[in-house]
T-cell receptor, first 113, second 114 residues
Framework: EAGVAQSPRYKIIEKRQSVAFWCNPISGHATLYWYQQILGQGPKLLIQ????????DSQLPKDRFSAERLKGVDSTLKIQPAKLEDSAVYLCASSFGMTTEAFFGQGTRLTVV | AQSVTQPDIHITVSEGASLELRCNYS??????LFWYVQSPGQGLQLLLKYFSGDTLVQGIKGFEAEFKRSQSSFNLRKPSVHWSDAAEYFCAVGAMDSSYKLIFGSGTRLLVRP
């Protein structure tokens, strides 16, 4: 079974630029999560989808971050404009249902300079 | 809202020694509980989970965890640590707030002495 795919693996951008991350969850998984993991910290939930609907985005900085999952399968997370404090690993995870275990991709390491 | 506390930022053990990583949660009912491991540059891998039933759960790589309702704890244990166990370990809680959320602790970094 293929795992959660994320791209790119690494990205370096200048502050005020924009960036997008892509995630393809495990086939059949209805729930998709985006987490931000700052160095030395645990993952922080940014947004959670159930199929193509948003379940929770309470910690998503909506003035600069956006995410979509238009067809209920793959998802993109965008940052525009980026700030230095956005430097982190962005992890995508999926699960079959909301209360089942989540499977994680390898993440995208973003460096904002 | 639920929260997760991992009180130990770093733990160092000798290879072959036993290990216990602590996790405490705050939630009004019994949550779903998970332990994940993260090796450098990698995503998170599920070690074990507790949903209900037997409070001692077995996971992969020889790990086990015990749910103690009275202490709101879900500590991870391993009887004999191998050098390859050196990694970051995260406890996570899944529970209903306004919606179901999966919340992670801040992690414990395990160092293994040869």
């Amino acid at each position: 079974e293929a795992g959660v795919a994320q791209s790119p693996r690494y990205k370096i951008i200048e502050k005020r630029q924009s960036v997008a991350f892509w995630c393809n969850p495990i086939s059949g998984h209805a729930t998709l999560y985006w987490y931000q993991q700052i160095l030395g910290q645990g993952p922080k939930l940014l947004i959670q989808f159930q199929n193509n609907g948003v379940v929770d985005d309470s910690q998503l900085p909506k003035d600069r971050f956006s995410a979509e999952r238009l067809k209920g399968v793959d998802s993109t997370l965008k940052i525009q404009p980026a700030k230095l404090e956005d430097s982190a690993v962005y992890l995508c995870a999926s699960s079959f249902g909301m209360t089942t275990e989540a499977f994680f991709g390898q993440g995208t390491r973003l460096t904002v300079v | 809202a639920q929260s997760v506390t991992q009180p130990d930022i770093h733990i160092t053990v000798s290879e072959g020694a036993s290990l216990e990583l602590r996790c405490n949660y705050s939630y009004g009912a019994t949550p779903y509980l998970f332990w994940y491991v993260q090796s450098p540059g990698q995503g998170l891998q599920l070690l074990l989970k507790y949903f209900s039933g037997d409070t001692l759960v077995q996971g992969i790589k020889g790990f086990e965890a015990e749910f103690k309702r009275s202490q709101s704890s879900f500590n991870l244990r391993k009887p004999s640590v191998h050098w390859s166990d050196a990694a970051e370990y995260f406890c996570a809680v899944g529970a209903m707030d306004s919606s179901y959320k999966l919340i992670f602790g801040s992690g414990t970094r395990l160092l293994v002495r040869p």
